[in-house]
């Protein structure tokens, strides 16, 4: 794997390569009006203890977690498996006690600062576009593997990029336009939405997904694999390939 900080161009693998793209999860957890957070300086508690539990077990399930460069800048995530037992138990699977992290920067910048650089002792991946690689590779010189991502970011290269470094499943955990972006691609394979029970009613705040051309619509519908309570949330959980895996 190339020195942390270099900056790489991203290429068309072979065609093998592209039958083996990661498994994609993506989670989220959004009020009864579809907002992922209200629009002041706080963050808004939309989970329980249970239903961060569940996320718990499934970063320790994953071998990557994504997010955009707004959710870097918003909520300063950590991105880490919290359970010493999870993490215990995958390195006695010869795993990482952490999962990578990868980000989706386009043309913007992130602080070199932020947790999702400076917590935890593993791989961090940022795919940024073509424009801004220099500066992003000089910005995150020995905090990250800064890839040349394309003009604009190329989602289903960069899922191709992971599958080479060893990423079979990958867990997406937002915000919005990541969610946008890899919903109407067609990328995700298994949709995990928890419900909280309280309205947000604010415009200025950021939605669960933006507009879009989503394979899914009325004559498309996706499919409802489990619906679970876990106190006072609810868990949907929806299969959205031919690859779901139960």
Not at 64 to 89: Q, S, Y
Not at 110 to 135: E, L, M, S
């Amino acid at each position: 794997m190339p020195p942390r900080g270099e900056a790489l161009a991203l290429r068309e693998p072979p065609e093998a390569a592209l039958r083996e793209r990661p498994y994609v999860l993506l989670s989220c957890a959004m009020s009864l009006d579809g907002y992922l957070d209200d629009a002041t300086d706080e963050r808004l508690m939309l989970s329980n203890s249970e239903d961060l539990d569940r996320v718990d077990a499934m970063r320790a399930g994953c071998d990557a977690i994504l997010v955009g460069a707004n959710t870097i800048r918003r909520d300063n995530p950590r991105l880490m498996v919290r359970a010493p037992e999870r993490r215990e138990r995958r390195a006695e699977r010869g795993l990482p006690p952490l999962p990578a992290k990868v980000a989706i920067v386009g043309h913007g910048d992130v602080d070199p600062d932020a947790r999702f650089f400076t917590d935890g002792d593993t791989d961090k991946i940022v795919y940024c576009a073509t424009g801004t690689a220099c500066r992003n590779r000089e910005r995150l010189d020995g905090r990250a593997q800064v890839v040349d991502g394309g003009e604009p970011v190329d989602l289903a290269l960069a899922l191709d990029d992971l599958a080479a470094r060893g990423v079979r499943r990958l867990l997406v955990e937002g915000g919005s336009t990541i969610h946008t972006t890899f919903l109407t691609a067609g990328l995700v394979d298994e949709l995990h939405l928890v419900i909280a029970p309280f309205f947000v009613g604010d415009g200025r705040a950021p939605r669960f997904v933006g507009d879009g051309h989503f394979p899914w619509h009325s004559g498309h519908r996706a499919t409802v694999v489990e619906v679970r309570q876990m106190d006072d949330v609810v868990l949907l959980r929806y299969a959205l390939s031919d690859r779901f895996e139960g």
